[in-house]
């Protein structure tokens, strides 16, 4: 996740005491909650008990005398730093301590009280499922309570995953991110106070292999089967009119198995696409539509003539890739306030191997650039635990839902360097490694340029075969 503290506020003590500083934390640019010093000062204390003062990162000291505008802005940075590090630290970031105290500060923030609720979670194919919940739910209580409702057995629930997403006036879903164990579903999803906005239950894992044992189960066999169907019609995965033809055929016949059998054979089958956005491969400012699947990102333009072109950078020859927020500059240049600054806008940059001896960055320029490095990520990770023969799904411990050991242990290699900052002129306001479902993310480091690539342990390289 991309964990931002963008501003401070100031705000009026309880009973009209003192007024004090209030540090929002942003995740994936929206409003988590917002908490004091004194607040964050008690989780690190917290987390110093559990851990260690050797494990933790350096966490800005308390001052005796109020703090000037400089001083609150050099404190925002170093807390924002902080809380990256301990995000990415795999033991401290997925900490009970650290994700509870995101949950309640959440739940505070918002100001919504513990309570029995009904919430609204869609299925691929718009199909409603409610559940009774509580407002204080993590994601893994709601992913159970859907699980319950539709009779998905316990052993298989860790091949799902739920989604915030925004709703399109066709039917078809825009992907916000994956739900994460230090939110509250009902809280995420409310807060945002948008209709469009909703929770949607989809698969969690990339590789098709995994779908034979979801589908000896029939309500796991229905939920894929609604995936594929929507995903078709919806024009994410790729269909020829033979092929379309035999899929409506096994579709009257109500064949499901036969039915994905032969969707499994087709292009951007079990792929997550993205909405229209910007690359500048094989040229700048080329329009552009991403999918992620099959260990690759795939992007395809439109040429001159409606010609549809595809390229696809598969995972292995990215040797690492990073996620920044940015302001262009105005036209002016710094001088020129009166001008303003433009929207932030989100890149996701890679540095891939496009021949034996050459490297090169590619950078697409989408609102979803986070949500697909979390794609990369996860995809790195599958292909990881299979070298290592591991089980990359969820199991049950004590009742509740845990990664297995061969999973939490991927971590990257160490960082590397940053891409050509020289581009365009603009100025940064960050430049944050990507968290993401598996923090698996090296040591923690408070320097911003270190913490902006994310280094690639399934890069491979190219032999003349491949050529």
């Known amino acids: 996740m991309h964990f931002s503290i963008p501003e401070t506020e100031s705000r009026s003590g309880d009973s009209g005491g003192s007024a004090y500083v209030a540090y929002n934390i942003h995740v994936n640019g929206v409003l988590h909650c917002r908490v004091r010093y004194s607040q964050l000062l008690g989780l690190h204390?917290?987390?110093?008990?559990?851990?260690?003062?050797?494990v933790l990162p350096a966490f800005p000291p308390k001052k005796l005398f109020s703090l000037t505008p400089a001083e609150v802005e050099q404190r925002r940075e170093q807390l924002e730093k902080y809380m990256q590090a301990v995000r990415q630290d795999p033991l401290l970031g997925s900490s009970e301590t650290f994700n509870s105290f995101l949950r309640r500060a959440q739940q505070e923030t918002q100001q919504v009280p513990t309570e029995e609720v009904s919430l609204e979670v869609l299925l691929s194919n718009g199909q409603k499922v409610l559940v009774n919940v509580l407002t204080s739910d993590q994601t893994e209580d709601v992913l159970e309570a859907v699980a319950a409702k539709l009779d998905l057995p316990?052993?298989?629930?860790?091949?799902f995953s739920l989604f915030l997403v925004r709703e399109k006036e066709d039917g078809s879903f825009s992907f916000v991110r994956k739900?994460?164990?230090?939110?509250?579903?009902y809280v995420s999803v409310t807060s945002l106070r948008n209709h469009e906005y909703k929770i949607v239950l989809r698969k969690s894992y990339w590789d098709s292999a995994y779908d034979d044992d979801v589908m000896e189960n029939r309500v796991g066999l229905n939920l894929l089967y609604a995936q594929t169907v929507s995903?078709?019609?919806?024009?994410?995965?790729?269909v020829t009119k033979e092929q379309h033809r035999q899929l409506k055929s096994l579709q009257e016949k109500v064949s499901k198995k036969e039915f994905l059998r032969l969707a499994q054979t087709l292009r951007h089958y079990g792929y997550l696409r993205f909405d229209a956005?910007?690359?500048?491969?094989?040229?700048?400012?080329?329009?552009?539509?991403?999918?992620?699947?099959?260990?690759?990102?795939?992007?395809?333009?439109?040429?001159?003539?409606?010609?549809?072109?595809?390229?696809?950078?598969?995972?292995?020859?990215?040797?690492?890739?990073?996620?920044?927020?940015?302001?262009?500059?105005?036209?002016?240049?710094?001088?020129?306030?009166?001008q303003g600054r433009g929207e932030v806008r989100l890149e996701l940059a890679f540095e891939y191997l496009m021949s034996k001896d050459r490297l090169q960055w590619v950078t697409i320029t989408s609102p979803q650039a986070i949500m697909m490095s979390i794609c990369l990520q996860s995809m790195v990770d599958e292909l990881m635990v299979k070298k290592g023969s591991g089980w990359?799904?969820?199991?049950?411990?004590?009742?509740?839902?845990?990664?297995?050991?061969?999973?939490?242990?991927?971590?990257?290699?160490?960082l590397l360097e940053s891409p050509d900052a020289s581009r365009e002129s603009m100025v940064k306001l960050s430049s944050k490694?990507?968290?993401?479902?598996?923090?698996?993310?090296?040591?923690?480091?408070?320097?911003?340029?270190?913490?902006?690539v994310h280094g690639n342990f399934a890069f491979e390289g190219i032999g003349d075969e491949d050529l």
């Open 392 to 414: 990359m799904l969820r199991r049950r411990v004590g009742g509740t839902l845990k990664r297995s050991d061969s999973q939490q242990a991927v971590k990257s290699p160490p």
């Open 154 to 159: 316990d052993d298989l629930i860790g091949y």
């Open 277 to 338: 956005c910007v690359a500048d491969f094989p040229e700048k400012d080329c329009p552009v539509v991403v999918s992620a699947g099959n260990s690759e990102l795939s992007l395809q333009l439109r040429l001159p003539g409606q010609q549809l072109r595809e390229g696809s950078f598969r995972v292995t020859r990215m040797r690492c890739w990073r996620v920044t927020s940015s302001v262009p500059l105005p036209s002016g240049g710094p001088s020129s306030p009166s």
């Open 179 to 185: 739900l994460q164990e230090f939110e509250l579903p």
């Open 45 to 54: 204390e917290q987390l110093r008990k559990e851990y260690g003062a050797n």
């Open 433 to 452: 490694l990507s968290a993401v479902s598996l923090r698996g993310i090296g040591s923690p480091s408070t320097d911003a340029s270190a913490s902006a």
């Open 231 to 238: 995903d078709i019609e919806h024009g994410w995965i790729l």
